[in-house]
Nanobody
Framework: QVQVVESGGGLVQAGASLRLSCVAS????????MGWFRQAPGKERELVAG???????NYADSVKDRFTISRDNAKNTVYLQMNSLRPEDTAVYYC?????????????WGQGTQVTVSS
């Protein structure tokens, strides 16, 4: 059974940085795409960043040049480095463990970690 556990959220001021971590266990981590989504109050869940098994990345326009997704296959971990945080980045961030090497449309989900950015 695949388990997905996020960590690293918190309360920060605008302009600060945070790094989220996500450990996915129960399968061969390196074979699958991973991603980060977020959901703000009253809004739909949206893709923040994704990374394929080969390391190709994609980002939402709103976070390009500020956020970086990366993976460490030896540690079964995907990271989201968030710099220059803004109040509008406030949301619950969810890790998605995809079921194919390239996509995360079908995924196992973590429980989410809260990120709050104060102005």
């Amino acid at each position: 059974q695949v388990q997905v556990v996020e960590s690293g959220g918190g309360l920060v001021q605008a302009g600060a940085s945070l790094r989220l971590s996500c450990v996915a266990s129960g399968r061969t981590f390196s074979w699958y795409a991973m991603g980060w989504f977020r959901q703000a109050p009253g809004k739909e869940r949206e893709l923040v960043a994704g990374i394929t098994s080969s390391g190709s990345c994609n980002y939402a326009d709103s976070v390009k040049d500020r956020f970086t997704i990366s993976r460490d296959n030896a540690k079964n971990t995907v990271y989201l480095q968030m710099n220059s945080l803004r109040p509008e980045d406030t949301a619950v961030y969810y890790c998605a463990a995809g079921t194919t090497p390239t996509g995360i449309k079908s995924a196992y989900w973590g429980q989410g970690t809260q990120v709050t950015v104060s102005s």
